[in-house]
């Protein structure tokens, strides 16, 4: 197979080898020295600090306030919530020496902070007046991961994890599912991700929550990604950490909490989403330049065209739109057009001495066919439109690539080809010894009971035992 030098494995020969190769090539990551750690390099993060800006502004929006808590928490601290222990024990990293001795208690890298926040709400909160309590903290967590994948499985990711604590369930459950709400309007109104949102199925559940809801997004290999994760923790962490309010009545109550997080992985989620044989496809709104320039002509030419590249960058900068010159002088256009393009970067404009004679720019888009000639004149917002237009069309097109491979199925032979290539929509029991079958015989797992969708019965796709949910669940094989 021909390649170009900075070329990756199209993602129809092999899905895997393309992302593993796809974001080492497209400069996104290196590998730390650490197995399972991940350098985010400067066009990887530039991705997160969109994702994140806009996720900040909507979690501030909703009435939370961003806080810190340590990195360092209290072994003790993860044994008080006895599920929270048993699921976080595989993956902890537990310091026990420190300052030259050994600690006399040991000291776990955060997982997640439920705990050490815990602590700190039973010592804030008093009274009803407290409540409800909203905070969110962005930060990183460590989970020893035996099989690493980059921005999908590291030891090491950043996310943000919302905490709160409120008076009743009722007003709990409000705020787990806002939270819930918030993550789906980053997923498709940023990151062009259509999302299925609902709750997940008991087995599915974090460890020490009540209840666990989740969003799921297909990969063009047809399994799901979770986005994102919102749990009502029920009273679980309240009654191990005693957060406690004095209701109006002055009896003490124990407050009501959840969690809500979401990751790094988001970037793995807009690669596998939009991503196509020849590398990234960026949605404009997480693109880390929107729009590249690429001057045509060497040597003297090339002196001529750069000024006027750099002069157009300059309006479409003042435009809003993000613009880098690839004014690379040791490169070949042809080279920084393959580049561009297996970067992701949504347009791509191309001036050379003819069309700059002509007052025009030849513009070209990652999923367009051919080049259009735009005038210089009226660029910034010609280009505006064309980024807004490349937006909604890649929502479009990974909404229509999940439908269509989306299959609804009665049966066991129906069921276990549907999740070879993408979801299948079926009835389930709700017995874990089955989705442990299924899963064995399958890989899939049941993803989402989702919300919303009509009230349907019927009988399980592996057992014939009777419906459970009240409707059918989404199985897939996942990330
Ligand atoms: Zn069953």
New binding site residues.
């Given amino acids: 197979m021909a390649r170009d030098e900075r070329g990756v494995t199209p993602q129809s020969e092999d899905f895997s080898a393309w992302y593993n190769e796809l974001v080492f090539q497209a400069e996104l990551v290196d590998r730390g020295p650490v197995r399972g750690t991940m350098v985010i390099r400067p066009y990887g993060y530039r991705i997160w600090e969109l994702l994140q800006a806009d996720l900040d502004r909507r979690i501030k929006e909703t009435g939370h306030v961003n806080a810190y808590f340590p990195l360092l928490i209290p072994e003790s601290y993860l044994q008080r919530e006895a599920e929270h222990i048993e699921g976080f024990a595989p993956e902890l990293a537990v310091v026990t020496h420190a300052g030259g001795k050994e600690l006399e208690e040991p000291l776990v890298v955060r997982p997640t902070s439920e705990t050490v926040i815990g602590e700190m709400m039973a010592k804030w909160i008093s009274s009803h007046r407290d409540l409800p309590l909203l905070l969110n903290q962005w930060a990183n967590v460590v989970r020893w991961e035996m099989r690493p994948r980059m921005f999908l499985r590291t030891t090491e990711f950043l996310w943000q994890e919302g905490h709160t604590a409120h008076a009743d369930e009722a007003d709990a459950m409000r705020e787990t599912l806002l939270a819930l709400d918030v993550y789906a309007r980053v997923c498709t109104d940023i990151a062009a991700i259509p999302v299925i949102t609902g709750e997940k199925t008991p087995g599915e559940r974090f460890p020490g929550a009540r209840r666990t809801y989740t969003l799921e997004a297909m990969m063009r290999d047809g399994r799901a990604l979770q986005a994102g994760t919102s749990h009502y923790m029920g009273t679980n962490f309240a009654r191990a950490f005693n957060i406690q309010y004095a209701a109006d009545s002055g009896e003490l109550e124990l407050c009501h909490t959840t969690s809500w997080g979401m990751t790094t992985r988001m970037i793995g989620g807009v690669i596998m989403t939009h991503g196509d044989d020849k590398g990234l496809i960026l949605p404009p709104l997480l693109a880390p330049y929107q729009v590249v320039i690429v001057p045509i002509g060497r040597g003297e030419q090339a002196g001529q065209v750069l000024p006027p590249a750099r002069e157009l960058a300059a309006r479409l900068h003042e435009a809003g739109i993000r613009t880098h010159v690839d004014d690379r002088p040791q490169l070949s256009p042809g080279f920084k057009f393959n580049d561009w393009e297996m970067r992701g970067i949504p347009v791509r404009l191309e001036l050379g001495p003819r069309d700059l004679a002509a007052g025009s720019a030849l513009m070209s888009t990652r999923l367009g066919e051919g080049k259009t000639p735009v005038p210089l004149d009226s660029a910034p917002a010609r280009l505006q439109s064309e980024l807004a237009e490349f937006q909604s069309l890649l929502l479009r097109r990974a909404t229509e690539f999940r439908d269509s491979h989306t299959r609804t199925v009665d049966s066991w032979p129906e069921f276990a080809e549907a999740v070879q290539t993408g979801w299948a929509r079926a009835f ?2 709700g ?1 874990l010894p ?1 989705e442990d079958d299924i899963k064995a015989a399958t890989s899939a797992t049941p993803r989402v009971i989702p919300t919303g969708g009509p009230a349907e019965e019927g009988r ?1 796709v ?2 014939d ?1 009777p419906s459970a949910y009240g409707k059918r669940l989404i199985f897939s094989r996942a990330y």
């Fill in positions: 389930h029991c017995t089955c399980c592996r057992c035992l």
